[in-house]
């Protein structure tokens, strides 16, 4: 049977198919290209929390050059942040370039949490790194607590 255009049913549906693989990959791979890394820090004051926030989100290129010290090829390339009571969820986006990356950003993210304990000018209680991306992707990686 032939449609509007002159293609078969199915070659049409061969068409659409193949778009909405190619629609699925592209996801797939922005979610590689961007992977998630979310430190959480805990203060013991209302006041510190917005303090830190004020001065971590205006440390983004610092955090850039730290993490560029572990790795070439990974970069930060956003910061969010979260706030659930009196603990801060720094959220960092990274670029790993044509590989996954996981390791090389969890060191890089590890050196970003070091630098943060030396030059904040509010010390967290303590902090701990949630590899959101390593759970989805592995299922085996476990968070680090430094306290």
């Known amino acids: 049977m032939t449609g509007k255009r002159?293609?078969?049913?199915?070659?049409?549906?061969?068409?659409l198919g193949n778009r909405s693989l190619k629609a699925a990959a592209e996801c797939i791979e922005a979610d590689f290209g961007n992977l998630p890394e979310?430190?959480?820090?805990?203060?013991?004051?209302?006041g510190d929390v917005c303090q830190f926030i004020v001065w971590a989100l205006g440390e983004f290129t610092g955090f850039q050059t730290v993490a560029a010290r572990t790795s070439a090829?990974?970069?930060p390339v956003d910061l969010g942040?979260?706030?659930?009571?009196?603990?801060?969820?720094?959220?960092?986006?990274?670029t790993?370039?044509?590989?996954?990356?996981?390791?090389?950003?969890?060191?890089a993210t590890q050196a970003i949490c070091d630098d943060i304990i030396?030059?904040?000018?509010?010390?967290?209680?303590?902090?701990?790194?949630?590899?959101?991306?390593l759970r989805k992707l592995s299922g085996n990686a476990l968070p680090t607590q430094h306290l």
């Open 118 to 133: 030396v030059r904040s000018p509010v010390k967290p209680l303590r902090y701990q790194i949630d590899y959101p991306a």
């Open 38 to 46: 979310a430190p959480v820090f805990v203060f013991s004051a209302a």
């Open 96 to 107: 790993t370039g044509d590989a996954s990356g996981q390791n090389r950003i969890s060191s």
């Open 81 to 94: 942040c979260t706030v659930e009571g009196n603990h801060v969820h720094l959220s960092f986006k990274f």
């Open 73 to 75: 090829h990974d970069k």
């Open 6 to 15: 002159g293609l078969t049913q199915n070659h049409a549906a061969w068409i």
